[in-house]
């Protein structure tokens, strides 16, 4: 795997960003690995990551079941964010499960599919499962909390890499910037 050559993100963008967890090198990441990328991303939350992606992706669709915290119902969490991202014209919000909202896309429709939702072991499971077909050739799987903070995902992420070794081709993301990130293209040989 070739080295990547990380982009920083212009202060314009940083100062522009809704609340969220995204680290300084997360950032980077997503926006390096996003440029003129068809996305899809899982976890939309307030859209910070979708925001830095999409200034540089031909597009993001971000989905989000729409549960939150600050929110008390679910239906004006969704039109808040909406309405906040509708400024990006390159940028979709679905609210639905991700699980159920891959069977709307066409296989090996994806150029890079972002999982950031429900961080359990089965569900970033079921999400990796539910979206690799979605993946073109050569395509990204980028996953989000990587991490000791959350084991649930690190120990799903190590288990389907080990069950999918032969697809999944490590892009080594060795930024000297903290970041959650773990990242693989997907070589169907
Ligand atoms: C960590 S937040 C996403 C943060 C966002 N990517 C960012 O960095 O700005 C996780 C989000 O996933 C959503 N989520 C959890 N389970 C989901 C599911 N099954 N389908 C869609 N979204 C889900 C939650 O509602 C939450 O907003």
């Not at 359990?120 to 980028?142: C, H, M, Q, R």
Request: net charge negative; hydrophobic share 40%; aromatic share 8%.
């Amino acid at each position: 795997m070739g080295k990547i050559e990380w982009k920083e993100v212009p202060c314009n963008i940083l100062d522009s960003l809704p609340k969220g967890s995204l680290t300084g090198g997360d950032r980077v990441i997503l926006y390096t690995l996003a440029k003129d990328k068809e996305v899809v991303e899982i976890g939309t939350a307030c859209g910070m990551s979708a925001i830095v992606m999409a200034n540089v992706a031909i597009h993001v669709t971000t989905i989000d079941i729409f549960g939150i915290r600050d929110y008390t119902d679910i239906d004006s969490a969704y039109e808040d964010v909406k309405k906040s991202l509708s400024v990006y014209e390159n940028i979709k919000v679905i609210k639905n499960n991700s699980v159920l909202e891959c069977n709307n896309f066409k296989n090996k429709s994806c150029d890079m599919v972002f999982i950031d939702g429900n961080h359990s072991f089965e569900a970033v499971t079921a999400d990796f499962y539910a979206w690799l077909p979605k993946v073109k050739d050569n395509g990204i799987i980028l996953f989000h909390d990587y991490s000791d903070i959350h084991p649930t995902s690190k120990q799903a992420i190590d288990r389907l890499y080990e069950d999918n070794k032969g697809i999944l081709k490590d892009l080594n993301i060795d930024l000297e910037m903290e970041n959650v990130m773990k990242g693989f293209k997907i070589d169907r040989g």
